[in-house]
Every structure is written in C-alpha cells, then in structure tokens.
C-alpha cells in the first residue's frame, strides 16, 4: 500500500508556532515518525508540505494512480478550501483529515471543514499520533 501524507500551510513551523498548542516538535520529527510507523505497518509512504493552495491541489492530483490512499492536514485551508476538496473528489483516492489540535473545540470558523465532506474519517486533537491513527485506518480499509 502507499500513502500519500499531505500537509498544508504553517505545518513546517511546527515547534515554533504555538508550542502550547502544536507542542515543541517539529516538522521533521512529525516526518521521521510517519516514516517509521508507516515503515513498521508495512505501508509505504511519502510525505509532502506546502503553503500554496494550488501546489496542495497538484499533490492531490499527481497522487492519481499513483497513491492508494491520502492522509490530508490541509492546515487553515481546512476552513476556506473548496479547490482541495473538488480535488479530493476529483481523483476519489480513500482520504484522512488530521488536525494536531481538536479544531472542533477551538474557535468558531475552525469547526467547518470543506475537506470532511469527502474525507472517510476525520481525526482530530491526537498531535503526532493522528497521523499514525489515519495511515493504520487507510490499511485497514485496503484490507
């Protein structure tokens, strides 16, 4: 199986944005830690990062025969992005939101997701530990 693990705008600061929030690691941890999980379960993986709604999309895109299932923490674009989701549905690989914090217990405008009207599962609050949470359901799904 491979996995396409997306993350989207402010991701590459984490341990610097709102450590209280995003905690003191940072994004290379987060990538080294996917890597080995995946690695561990037997899935394959690649693990993308971008600021630019467009560049997002074209990972959606490229992604197309090429990847069984999409992890997706599109960051803030969660809440304003009706491209990545017409994406998401337009290449109808099997997704996962993750969000580090609970977005849901957050500010107002952070509980609606575009994303989630497309994505299978939705894991949120888990930090680091979501995205291992969502490559474990895509396999199980693939199973």
Same mark, same amino acid.
């Given at each position: 199986?491979?996995?396409?693990? /997306?993350?989207?705008?402010? #991701?590459?600061?984490?341990? *610097?944005?709102?450590?209280a #929030?995003?905690?003191?690691?940072?994004?290379? %941890? #987060?990538v080294? =830690?996917?890597?080995?999980?995946?690695?561990? @379960?037997? *899935?394959? @993986? !690649?693990?993308?990062?971008?600021?630019?709604?467009? +560049? /997002?999309v074209?990972?959606?895109?490229?992604? #197309?025969? +090429?990847?069984?299932?999409?992890?997706?923490?599109? $960051?803030?674009?969660t809440? %304003?992005s009706?491209? /990545?989701?017409?994406?998401?549905?337009?290449?109808? /690989?099997?997704t996962?939101? *993750?969000?580090? !914090?609970? @977005?849901?217990?957050?500010?107002?405008?952070?509980? *609606?997701?575009? @994303?989630? =009207?497309?994505?299978?599962?939705?894991? %949120? $609050?888990? $930090?680091?530990? $979501?995205?291992?949470?969502?490559?474990?359901?895509?396999?199980?799904?693939?199973?």
């Amino acid at each position: 199986m491979k996995v396409l693990v /997306i993350n989207g705008v402010n #991701l590459n600061m984490l341990g *610097v944005r709102e450590p209280a #929030l995003y905690g003191k690691k940072d994004y290379k %941890t #987060l990538v080294r =830690e996917i890597k080995a999980h995946a690695k561990a @379960v037997g *899935v394959k @993986v !690649t693990c993308v990062q971008s600021n630019y709604e467009g +560049k /997002i999309v074209d990972y959606i895109q490229c992604a #197309l025969g +090429k990847y069984d299932g999409i992890v997706i923490n599109p $960051g803030a674009y969660t809440h %304003t992005s009706v491209a /990545i989701l017409d994406a998401l549905k337009a290449v109808q /690989i099997p997704t996962v939101e *993750v969000h580090l !914090t609970d @977005v849901d217990a957050r500010e107002e405008y952070r509980k *609606v997701s575009y @994303v989630a =009207e497309y994505a299978f599962l939705r894991v %949120t $609050g888990k $930090g680091f530990d $979501g995205y291992m949470e969502a490559i474990d359901a895509l396999k199980g799904r693939a199973v």
